[in-house]
């Protein structure tokens, strides 16, 4: 019966990946195909390489990661990272959408800020799911700011990602990062259940304040770890 029982187990565990990993890799896909169609129809030049080759590679290292979420004792590979590098990076793969929906974007960083010891392909799903959040949740013409702070009391990096959108109320804060909890229609509830496992794996937090119709911070602060 015991048995039985970690079977089953093991089955949702295994469902819920197979979930996750569709979920992650519908992105790059979605604009790797919307990229290609501009390549083909010819209005560009090739520029659009660049952006598709690294839009594959990060389906492949989403696989990757998953197959270590999936071993969760996994040590995680750091080398030194320029944070504000890695958002930029990011932000620019949403440009078009935003432009297209009336996203206003702004950032502004501490020159302080230092590198510090990360993973950049986690750090990128993190800040890829937590900005596509922001933005359906601004749904329309709306500001998306990110903010980045060195607080040397703590050496930590704090990243404040603030939108304009519908809000969420207290009672659901709670429960964002709980495996399938959406409030979407077309929704999967992984995005944040994912991006805590990682922020989590790199010896972060993160947190969310919200006020409905006004908008929502995203807070996730990172250790720099200097010695
Ligand atoms: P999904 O985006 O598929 O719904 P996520 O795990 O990414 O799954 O997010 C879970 C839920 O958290 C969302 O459905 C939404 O209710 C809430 N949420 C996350 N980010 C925001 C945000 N910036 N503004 C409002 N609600 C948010
Ligand atoms: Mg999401």
Redesign the pocket.
Known sequence: KDELIARSEQFETITRVAAGIA?EIKNPLTSIKGFLQLMMSGETSGQYGDIVFSELSRIESIVNEFMLLAKPDQEVELEKINLIDIIHYVLALFRAQCRQGGVRVTTDFDASIPDLPSDPKRLKQIFI??V???I???DGPGDLNVVGTYRSEIDCVVVC?T?S????ESE??K????PF????E??????????TKFVESLGGTIQ?R?KVNV????VITLPVLSS
């Open positions: 979920h799911n937590v596509k959040n922001a359906e949740a601004i990602i939108d959108g519908k809000g969420i659901q804060i429960r964002i990062g709980e909890f959406t409030t979407k077309k929704g999967t509830g992984l995005g944040m259940m994912v991006t969310y919200s908008g929502t911070t995203v």
